[in-house]
């Protein structure tokens, strides 16, 4: 399975139709970063024939940005909306992954999102696991989705 791949058309397809945004995917990053600032961090787990997540990792003006967007009002301050709405952006985007990989014949189950946000954070991902993180840029910044699958 191509996984820079299926993040990337899940990632572009979720935020034009529930945002009306464009999301302009980047090229996939080859090192992976676990430290975050000031952002908005939303994971979904999957349990199945072998464990995976999804995480989207945003800044925390390009959660407002997407935030702002996906309930049509202005959002100023990372708030419970602000981590309902990465939450469910971050379950959507799953789910379309999700989707790919039952095609496979791996059939995953999501677990609820978890939402982590503050001035400075770290998430430790699986071990013994391969994975994608693609970057993307929108009108209101960039951000990171990354998918891990364990070996």
Do not use: W
């Not at 034009?16 to 676990?34: C, K, V």
């Not at 959660?63 to 309902?84: P, R």
């Not at 789910?95 to 990989?101: E, N, V």
């Not at 059939?107 to 001035?119: A, H, M, R, Y």
């Amino acid at each position: 399975m191509d996984l820079s791949n299926s993040i990337s058309q899940a990632t572009q397809e979720i935020f034009q139709t529930m945002l009306m945004m464009e999301a302009s995917p980047g090229q996939a990053l080859t090192e992976r970063s676990n430290k975050f600032s000031n952002s908005v961090s939303a994971i979904v787990g999957m349990a199945g024939p072998s464990k995976a997540m999804l995480a989207i990792h945003l800044p925390e003006p390009t959660a407002l940005a997407v935030t702002s967007s996906f309930l049509m009002m202005e959002v100023e301050e990372v708030d419970e909306d602000v981590k309902d709405a990465i939450g469910e952006l971050a379950n959507m985007v799953a789910g379309s992954i999700k989707t790919d990989l039952n095609e496979q014949g791996m059939d995953f189950k999501l677990s609820i999102p978890s939402v982590i946000c503050g001035e400075e954070y770290e998430i430790d991902c699986l071990a013994d696991s391969e994975g994608a993180i693609m970057p993307f840029a929108i009108d209101g910044g960039d951000f990171l989705v990354e998918f891990q699958l364990q070996k």
